[in-house]
Nanobody, 121 residues
Framework: QVQLVESGGGLVQPGGSLRLSCAASGSIFSIDGMSWYRQAPGKQRGLVATIGSAGTTYYADSMKGRFTISRDNAKNTVYLQMNSLKPEDTAVYYC???????????????WGQGTQVTVSS
């Protein structure tokens, strides 16, 4: 069983910063891509950023220059540093990981439960 647990969400003023963390735990052989998605009320869930096992990154256009994704492979953890936050960044943020569990020669996509980020004055 593999679990992803996010932390670090909360209420922040416009222009402020937050750092989200997502730790994967359980019977993990390896983790390939790790990503952050977000879903605002009434909108579809969309990709924020993704990072490969070797550190290659990709960002959605609206996040470039403000958000930074990183990972610590030793801790099976992915981070999202969010700077210059705007009210339109308000959403539930979900982490996602492509994980190969122990003893299984196949990878699966797992999701965290989500963490709320609210940007408001």
């Amino acid at each position: 069983q593999v679990q992803l647990v996010e932390s670090g969400g909360g209420l922040v003023q416009p222009g402020g910063s937050l750092r989200l963390s997502c730790a994967a735990s359980g019977s993990i052989f390896s983790i390939d891509g790790m990503s952050w998605y977000r879903q605002a009320p009434g909108k579809q869930r969309g990709l924020v950023a993704t990072i490969g096992s070797a550190g290659t990154t990709y960002y959605a256009d609206s996040m470039k220059g403000r958000f930074t994704i990183s990972r610590d492979n030793a801790k099976n953890t992915v981070y999202l540093q969010m700077n210059s936050l705007k009210p339109e960044d308000t959403a539930v943020y979900y982490c996602n990981a492509v994980v190969r569990p122990d003893f299984i020669e196949k990878s699966y996509t797992y999701w965290g439960q989500g963490t709320q980020v609210t940007v408001s004055s």
